[in-house]
């Protein structure tokens, strides 16, 4: 064998194209740019053997701005290139960007499809709430009330969760992340390339020029604290500006509420510890969205299973071994034949 | 158990040029495994053959009822066999309801046998008969032979021990006894085939062999006044063969134009009737290092085969016309980035659903211009089960030396019929290997060929070459997205003429029968070929001036084509459509071509194509 | 007002058409056509006013042998159609029918939007784990390692379970059956006939061409007391051929077990009762298989919710009654005009 | 601040006949209002007009950028005015990048207004300026007026308490006040318009106010080398005039044909550019009873507005080309169950994502041949933002007249460009009521209006009329499920004579400019009515033999259309495509007509038509 030359580990900077980043000054998707090109360089990834597949929107711009391999698809198929993808050559990172309307609304099917496979791809949904590309109108994960051109007098539809909707479809990694949050965003994005299967990642994204500030109720800085808990796996569900606030789990109404540690004698040990590999617990910390409840963040789920192209390979790779015809003129005369003419 | 209607037995076989044999029966009689085995036997007697499967669209329609009737059409001879035939010589009727549909297939005179045990009066009037046919005189036209077929299997296997139900499945091979000999088959192929596939229930495989036996014993013994049939052997070209469908040629053909292009070769498809044998055929390829991936729909199935294109992969999809609508959006895109695909259509009958399981060839303006946009792409037709393989090797050619989407088009009609093929020797075809790119020098994704203008085809995983491509317009010097008025002509131009470019490597379109220029030339394209090219030989040899001329290059068309069609004075299209060739050719040439159109879900009779070339010249 | 003449009440048998019934012999969509046609009898329903509207499949075939209206549409996007038809006139009952090829694989993105809207609509999904009409492919629903023609050497996908995927998806009502339980059937379909907004039940219907059996490992007559908890609001979940089992829930491992009432000092106090408004208890519910624990059947989840269809009409009809241009002459002369010419 | 290059005064103002202004600046620079005040101030002043929004890609593109310019053009006159014009008279340009985009469009010696204040040295950098055009004589050719704007935008402002940032925004109506005065311009309305729209922040609007008069007072007192220009009024038709998009004509239009047509209309689509405007117009219109519903996808889209005509509403759908792609498998349900569809495609440059925001006319293709099967339907095309009002109705009428999908071809440039509309008087339309099927006795869904071949429409909710529709073929007698040979070739017949029908509906092919028959006939459809009228009449003008057919029914063709062309010796199609309505024509009369192909995403230029009709009448 070759002696492999030892490659210099590349810096953030290295994963940045020298094309113009077109989204709006002061747009979420800067921040999640900037936390991706961290997390490569953090991880010692190469560009080369990465390659980030987007569909349509604003968030779909993404692979320009990352100096690996991209593919710019359309609207709401990307996973489905992702796969074909991977198929091919397992031994790419596969990333697949697009935005609440790309993954939710015309491409949701997909989506279900890739994690129910459990194909070894990262899948992250910048999730604004509103189709930003477009100009500005509502999207499926659009709080009812919307108003947007298209529902001038608000929306009526009662909006999908994406985390809740990607434990339905039996995704085997869910995490949650706010595009601002420097400090959490690299780490999830590696956990999630590190997870062997589908990982999905939602981002929290403002679209300062069509949904400014609908994450306000908990990304205010006088809030955050409060309504925000990060969840870490063996930890309890402790947050708040005081660090005394936590989450316990009614066992009336089976379902969790908010406490506060020292009143009513309630005290850590209470407290739901947090099992990643707990599906229950992960679908109630996924319903937690900052209003009644805080926003759960971090890694909800995750739980390892075999993944669909290790299995396509070891099947293809168990008929090369026991195939008796190996040649296409084999093939071609196995079954019944007959000389003619002559 | 007497069979009435037997006469008096004459001396020798009558010899035919070639006869056409259709088996009828409800789904459950097994009358495709019938066909099927007559077909191979039929073969080795060294006539040549054509054959029709036509099975209803119901998985297994309520027994006895007109639409749960399964029919095997199969045309033999001691001449070449264009087409699976018109009307019958010979019908095998295995109850009222077979009778009720495919009677008038049978030409006045023909032989009908009919399985007289299952004409009970529920069966009769299932079948939509209010008075017994067998007794009301209505098939005094033909010649009849009527059995209990039924009763003399029950009989046959008596001392099988099967159940009465298992007992009477046997009744097929009773009845493919008694054809066998009709027409003088050896049985002994058969025998060992039954032996081999219920090797693991030999008391089945005994009982169908004892029910084969005693339907040819009937035959063999029995006062019958006609003799059976001899249709001596063919000319055919000398070689090993061996029968196949269309969908078998068409997974060796890619599989095999794969490793002539030298990448493995991945195929997204989702189900669909009836492309779906293509899928089930290379699912069991794995050993060749084809991946299958089937789809969550028609959408996914192509965008994953991009993929696999993007990855280095020669992606292949494939399903029929409604499933290749959802694909056009990703088409473009492919047409967008220029990508190798490969999108498979095995025609069916619509709009919409339509009907399934019966044949049409009306997709081609979707394959030559059904995309939004200045799309173009090269599409291909294929003309015979055979030739399937032939066309996809020139499809994945293509596809990989222009990076761009390839149509190829097939039928219900060619996918499921089977037909004897000379194997050919893989060894013997010429590589086209894959050059991808390397060079990281003065690289960009956009980089062409100067020759073919196919961009440079660079893997994900080398180093260097790292690269962005999308949908959106790109820069013909750079590859980046570019918005600019002249770019955006100059890259529409630019794939415009990479697809006029394939046609430099394409054989001048040659005339299949007759000659260069004269009175008419008929040009057929696809599945067409049997009928056409029979119907026309059959009035040349009449003295009648007219050629025939197939396309498999449907787009673009050959170089010289519009030249060799100015030769003619007139120029006639059989389509199974409305006229989509026919619109192609004279948007093209300006001929006046006129069309002569079926739309039935059914191939072309050779006596219709007769008819109308003669309508033409005596117009 | 005119007097209203009182129709008579139709039979099962009325809602049958003169076609000839074409699915293969032995089929378990006969079974789901006979109860659908009692609980349509049972509930008075009218012929005229109710709409049945199906993708393509064996399953899709349903609408032809019900006397009502009926719309044969395409594979997968019948839930669309639905919601077309619904918007234009809420007063017809509305039913979808698909297979888990129509509902699950092509289908699943619009099943997904009409459930988390929550369209007034009954969804029937008929799950036999297989592609019927295409002959046998396996499905997104088929269990690991099936063997069809597409998947020779044995099936590698995660299935996806169908009410687990309802509840990510937002519905407000699931329920599940089986396709030969005729006492249960109708009743299942007159609960999703009264629920207002998207109902969604799945039948477990027996293939017996393509997937025959498949389903036997909780149906078999000697297994399927102990195999199979029928859930009611209200009631413990108690089953099996004794009476004595039971569901529990674990709370150290936050999932469900079955125990035996007086064994280990259970009684019937320690099991759960089932409440259709908890999703928690719904996610866990839906995920029993009848492997390790029995399948649950009946109404798993309902919750009340605004439909959509009312919301957009409330919507115009409010527009309507605020409207100051009326019409469509002044509309065009709405903005600014000027007179020319002359 | 002083002007530096301003000359002295000439007395009085220039005449000019008609004159192109293009706007052009950064996304935030307001350009798109600034021309939209001009273009209200300009109607009201009596000339004829067409304008034209060309705005970027990017949602806010960053500051400076080329690909961040927008623009606005407007074309106005004392003649009528045909297209927004082909190179500009006048440029007015906001910053480097605007000016390094647009330049080229500017006629030699034409006027260049720029804003100095913005050619820092970062903005010339960003511009992709090495050295400042300002001073490096690369303008000679043109007659420059340069301004500080931002500077004398400032100074203007400095009273109104606005922050810096605000005070800049007003620069776009400093700019506006200056051309008022160029062209002579009321700016009374502007006041009003600015008083009204900031009503709730008066400073705002004050401060506007100040800078638009400041810009005119710089015009009226400082001393330049030009004298403002006059536009004489024009002769327009006497009436009630305002100005219409595309997209908002075709709104109207389509909610009064559903009127016309008595029943509501559903509209159901998915955004995508440039067709979410009619969305977003549609949706506020709810108290015409008009339901818009904003779907999944496009293909729900389609789906659900099929759903909607099956329960007796009109279904409207929309999109652009590759939405359209994924729609047209729902499209082949709806031409196989025959109810009515409209799909309003507003055509962008492709293939793929392609040039969103830009115009091409590219998929005729794809309207009148883009769909697997033999699957016929109605094609019409709207040619200005005006029309699509009437096209919109002609739509509805034959969906609901002739139960069919109907495709309504409008493009970018149509939908976001605004024209003077003579307002029509929707009260003297003829009405074309639906009438629902009733009659319980010897009904089914496929009964037939013998004249039109339309089949009966029968609404679920009525009593006695249940029935199923499907995909599946249908029996022409009955509407139950058939798989018959002849009764698919009947249907097959039928559904196409039904769309041949159509044409007997529709008025005669007229000749727009010209004669009936001659030396050249150059025939348009959709948003080249402009350039190819305003050519051919220059060209008619100047004594050439050349007349204008223009389009509205692109299928079927008008029955006169062949007999008419073969009139001509040569047929010219200009197109902004690569020649799809050619294949059309050509194929149908076997025309030798030439095409005229543009792909640039940009309108014609009326200069490149005549040319080519030049050309083609020396030729
Ligand atoms: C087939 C198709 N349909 C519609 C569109 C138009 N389109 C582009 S992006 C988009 C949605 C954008 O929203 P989202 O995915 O949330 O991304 P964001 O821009 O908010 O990041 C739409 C509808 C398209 N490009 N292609
Ligand atoms: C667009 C399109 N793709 C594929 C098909 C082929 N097809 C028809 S039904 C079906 C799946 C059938 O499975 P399922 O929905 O589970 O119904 P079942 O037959 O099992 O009841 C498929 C793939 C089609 N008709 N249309
Ligand atoms: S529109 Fe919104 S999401 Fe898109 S780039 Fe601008 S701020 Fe970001
Ligand atoms: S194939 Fe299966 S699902 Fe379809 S009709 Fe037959 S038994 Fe029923
Ligand atoms: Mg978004
Ligand atoms: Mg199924």
Chains 1, 3 share one sequence.
């Not at chain 2, 191939?603 to 007769?610: N, S, T, W, Y």
């Amino acid at each position: 064998m070759n002696a492999v030359t030892q490659k210099e580990k590349l810096t953030a900077k290295d994963f940045a194209t020298d094309q113009e980043v077109r989204w709006c000054p002061g747009c979420g998707d800067y921040a999640i740019l900037k936390a991706m090109q961290k997390a490569m360089a953090d991880m010692g990834q190469s560009t080369e053997d990465n390659v980030f597949v987007s569909g349509i929107g604003c968030a779909a711009r993404f692979p320009y701005y990352m100096a690996t391999y991209g593919f710019h698809t359309i609207h709401g198929r990307a996973p489905a290139f992702a796969t074909g993808i991977k198929l091919s050559n397992p031994d790419l990172n596969v990333w697949v960007v697009g935005g609440d309307g790309d993954m939710l609304s015309i491409g949701a099917n997909h989506l279900m499809h890739v994690l129910r496979r459990n194909v070894d791809l990262q899948v992250l949904l910048f999730n604004n709430e509103i189709y930003g590309l477009t100009k500005g109108q509502y999207s499926p994960t659009s709080r009812e009330g919307t108003r947007s051109p298209s529902t001038p007098l608000g929306s009526v539809d009662r909006p999908i969760d994406a985390c809740t909707y990607a434990l339905g479809a039996g995704a085997t990694f869910i995490a949650r992340g706010i595009d601002s949050q420097q400090k959490h965003l690299p780490g999830i994005f590696q956990a999630a390339s590190e997870h062997k299967g589908a990982s999905f990642v939602e981002v929290l994204q403002n679209c300062i020029v069509y949904n400014d500030g609908v994450f306000n109720e908990f990304t205010d800085r006088d809030v955050a604290a409060d309504r925000q808990v990060h969840v870490e796996a063996g930890k309890p569900l402790i947050y708040g500006a005081d660090g005394n606030k936590g989450i316990r789990l009614n066992l009336q109404t089976l379902s969790l509420e908010e406490v506060v540690i020292g009143e009513n004698g309630v005290t850590e040990a209470d407290l739901l510890v947090h099992d990643p590999s707990n599906r229950t617990l992960a679908g109630m910390l996924a319903a937690m969205n900052g209003r009644e409840l805080p926003v759960a963040l971090g890694v909800l789920y995750c739980s390892q299973e075999a993944t669909y192209e290790a299995a396509v390979h070891d099947q293809i790779n168990a008929a090369k071994q026991s195939a008796k015809i190996t040649s296409f003129n084999d093939l071609l005369r196995t079954g019944h034949t007959w000389v003619a003419g002559g | 158990m007497t069979v009435a209607t037997l006469q008096e037995a004459p001396p020798k076989r009558l010899e035919l040029e070639s006869a056409v044999v259709r088996f009828a029966g409800d789904s459950g009689d097994g009358m495709q495994l019938t066909g099927g085995q007559f077909t191979q036997a039929t073969a080795l007697a060294g006539n040549d053959l054509a054959t029709f499967p036509d099975f209803p669209a119901e998985i297994r329609a309520p027994v006895g009822t007109t639409f749960g009737v399964s029919a095997f059409q199969i045309n033999f001879g001691a001449r070449d066999i264009r087409t699976s035939g018109d009307a019958f010589d010979c019908l095998v009727a295995m109850n009222p309801a077979a009778l009720k549909v495919e009677l008038k297939g049978l030409r006045p005179g023909g032989l009908l046998i009919i399985d007289t045990g299952s004409f009970n009066d529920r069966n009769l009037k299932k079948a939509g008969y209010d008075t017994n046919p067998l007794e009301d005189n209505s098939l005094a036209a033909y010649q009849i032979v009527t059995i209990d077929i039924s009763a003399l299997t029950m009989e046959a296997v008596k001392d099988s021990g099967l159940s009465k139900k298992d007992a009477l499945r046997c009744k097929n091979m009773w009845t493919l006894g008694y054809v066998y000999w009709l027409f003088g088959r050896d049985r002994a192929p058969t025998v060992d085939g039954l032996r081999a596939k219920f090797a693991k229930k030999p008391e089945i495989a005994e009982a169908n062999i004892a029910a084969l036996n005693a339907g040819h014993a009937l035959g063999e013994t029995s006062e019958v006044d006609f003799p059976g049939y001899h249709v001596p052997q063919a000319e055919i070209a000398p070689g090993l063969y061996r029968t196949v469908t269309g969908a078998e040629a068409l997974a060796y053909g890619l599989a095999v134009g794969a490793s002539l292009a030298e990448i493995p070769m991945f195929f997204g498809s989702y189900p669909i009737t009836p492309a779906s044998n293509l899928l089930h055929n290379l699912s069991r390829m794995k050993q060749f290092g084809v991946t299958t991936f089937q789809a969550e729909d028609e959408i996914a199935a192509a965008c994953s085969a991009i993929g696999a294109s993007y990855a280095g992969q020669l992606g292949v999809t494939s399903s029929s016309g409604p499933g290749v609508a959802l694909k056009t959006e990703a088409i473009g895109l492919a047409i967008g980035v220029e990508l190798p695909l490969i999108i498979v259509n095995v025609q069916r009958a619509g709009p919409s659903t339509g009907m399934p399981t019966k044949t049409e060839q009306s997709d081609l303006y979707q394959s030559v211009y059904g995309r939004n946009a200045d799309s173009p792409v090269v599409v291909l037709a294929a003309r015979s089960p055979g030739d399937c393989f032939e066309v996809a090797i020139e499809a994945c050619r293509i596809a990989t030396q222009f990076m761009t989407p390839v149509y190829l088009l097939s039928d219900g009609y060619i996918g499921n019929a089977s037909e004897p093929w000379l194997i050919p020797d893989v060894d013997t075809y010429d590589h086209f290997p894959v050059k991808f790119h390397t060079e990281t020098e003065g690289f960009h994704p956009f980089l062409r060929n100067p020759e073919t203008l196919a961009r440079a085809w660079a893997k994900p995983g080398t180093p260097g070459l790292e690269h962005r491509i999308g949908g959106i317009e790109k820069d013909y010097n750079s590859g980046h997205i570019s918005y600019t008025p002249e770019n955006h002509q100059k890259m529409t131009e630019t794939r415009l003429q990479k697809i006029a470019n394939v046609a430099k490597t394409i054989p001048d379109q040659d005339v299949e029968v007759g000659e260069t220029s004269g009175k008419l030339a008929v040009v057929g394209w696809g599945s067409t070929f049997g009928p056409v090219s029979r119907a026309v030989q059959n009035l040349r040899d009449e003295g009648l001036d007219v050629s025939h001329i197939h396309l498999r290059h449907i787009w673009p068309l050959p170089s010289n084509l519009g030249k060799l069609l100015s030769g003619y004075e007139k120029v006639l299209v059989p389509e199974m459509n409305t006229g989509q060739l026919l619109t192609v050719l004279r948007a093209e040439y300006l001929t006046p071509a006129k069309g002569l159109n079926k739309v039935a879900g059914q191939p072309f009779k050779i006596a219709e194509v007769e008819a109308a070339i003669r309508d033409e010249l005596e117009s």
